[in-house]
């Protein structure tokens, strides 16, 4: 069993940056593949980004945040991150970290989820 817990997001500017935390408690975090979704009002939760476990050396971002969000992790931490930059009010959604066993995309494929946090970002 993992919990997540996501501090809060915030509200920034169109152009601005933000770096949401996710720390997790309880089994081996390293283990864990990690991942950020996120869900806007009246749409379905989808994929922004994912860290392969033990080392993260290895990323993957859907196409509409590619070069501007970072993903990280910090095992010794047990906390993983997610660095955006030039935000847009289209990023505007709750942002939910996820853990998983599976180097995937889908929502289903992860098995602890975070609270979720909001993030607003205003034109």
């Known amino acids: 069993q993992v919990q997540l817990v996501e501090p809060g997001g915030g509200l920034v500017q169109a152009g601005g940056s933000l770096r949401l935390s996710c720390a997790a408690f309880?089994?081996?975090?390293?283990?864990?593949?990690m991942g950020w979704f996120r869900q806007a009002p009246g749409k379905e939760r989808e994929f922004v980004a994912r860290?392969?476990?033990?080392?993260?050396?290895?990323?993957y971002y859907a196409d509409s945040v590619k070069g501007r969000f970072t993903i990280s992790r910090d095992n010794a931490k047990n906390t993983v991150y997610l660095q955006m930059n030039s935000l847009k009010p289209e990023d505007t959604a709750v942002y939910y970290c996820?853990?998983?066993?599976?180097?995937?995309?889908?929502?289903?494929?992860?098995?602890?989820w975070g609270q979720g946090t909001q993030v607003t970002v205003s034109s």
């Open positions: 309880g089994r081996t975090f390293s283990n864990y593949v």
């Open positions: 996820a853990a998983g066993w599976i180097f995937g995309t889908r929502a289903l494929q992860y098995d602890y």
């Open positions: 860290i392969s476990s033990t080392s993260g050396s290895m990323t």
